[in-house]
Nanobody, 116 residues
């Protein structure tokens, strides 16, 4: 059974840094693209980062580029999301994602709350 388990969220202050982790189990994801999405209350889920299977390419939307850094450790089956200079608008549930057919894999999410 495939599982993605996020951790590292919490209550933060503006300007803080945070590293989220997503541990994968149930199958190997080495070679698979992995990503992070977030969903703020009352809003649609949005893409924030992705990384290629061997970590040589990363992808970010313009809204987070420069503050978000995705990385992975295939030996640990873990993908990370470093968020620097946190802003209140970063408040959301952050989800780990692995694209798959017929259905993507998703974790349960980890809450990040940023106070001003």
């Amino acid at each position: 059974q495939v599982r993605l388990v996020e951790s590292g969220g919490g209550l933060m202050q503006r300007g803080d840094s945070l590293r989220l982790s997503c541990a994968a189990s149930g199958r190997t994801f080495s070679g698979s693209i992995m990503g992070w999405f977030r969903q703020a209350s009352g809003k649609e889920r949005e893409f924030v980062a992705a990384i290629s299977g061997y970590g040589d390419r990363t992808y970010y939307p313009g809204s987070v580029k420069g503050r978000f850094t995705i990385s992975r450790d295939n030996a640990k089956s873990t993908v990370y999301l470093q968020i620097d200079n946190l802003k209140p608008e970063d408040t959301a549930v952050y989800y780990c994602n692995v694209p798959a057919i017929p259905r993507d894999y998703w974790g349960q999410g980890t809450q990040v709350t940023v106070s001003s």
